[in-house]
């Protein structure tokens, strides 16, 4: 019984990590095709034609060529949730958001080039920073959620809401920095080095 369980975990774990795969794959490719033809200079056809899958499968994994080119939303775990809620009131927050934001951030599948190549096809196209910022507004508002409910009723949605919008401000500044280190350290010690200006500087 436990070898088939076991066989029945690994399996779905391979299948998960098999969807991820291709799910990146074709963000990459969408990606690549609107850097070099704009975004409505190619179809859903081509498209799944340069990810090497189906057109059904391209569609099983994304609607249209803006969530391709966007890939799948961030998600925080639940392990990595719990964790937060479970420090509690009276825990350094600011501390505990960068934690959460450590799940975003050390993702081994983004290298530079792709990180460079997202953030220019994004502010070259009006429509995907639109749609980029909303699924931002959206994921910070599960955060303030998550905020409000660990802090209490006293810690209103605003200051919850200045707190997650200076931590994004502060990882464009890192982001930057990131771009241009030579030394091609990390995203997430970039942004270390920046938070720790900025509470050196808040002081």
Do not use: W
Request: glycine share 6%; charged share 30%; aromatic share 6%.
């Amino acid at each position: 019984m436990s070898a088939k369980l076991h066989y029945v975990s690994e399996s779905a774990t391979t299948r998960a990590g098999r969807r991820q795969a291709t799910s990146h794959r074709i963000s990459v490719c969408a990606q690549v095709l609107t850097d070099e033809r704009g975004l409505d200079g190619f179809t859903m056809e081509e498209l799944a034609e340069a990810a090497n899958v189906s057109r059904r499968t391209l569609f099983n994994y994304f609607p249209g060529k803006i969530d391709a080119v966007l890939g799948d939303p961030p998600r925080l775990s639940q392990e990595a949730l719990a964790r937060f809620r479970a420090r509690g009131t009276g825990s350094n927050l600011v501390h505990d958001l960068r934690e959460l934001a450590n799940e975003l951030l050390d993702d081994p599948k983004l290298g530079r080039e792709d990180v460079v190549r997202g953030r220019r096809v994004l502010l070259g196209n009006p429509r995907l920073l639109a749609a980029a910022h909303d699924r931002f507004l959206v994921l910070t508002g599960h955060i303030v959620e998550e905020i409000r409910n660990r802090e209490g009723d006293a810690f209103d949605a605003g200051r919850a809401q200045v707190a997650i919008r200076l931590l994004c401000a502060l990882f464009d500044a890192a982001l930057d920095s990131y771009l241009a280190d030579p030394d091609e350290r990390p995203l997430a010690d970039a942004y270390d080095d920046v938070l720790r200006a900025a509470r050196q500087l808040l002081v």
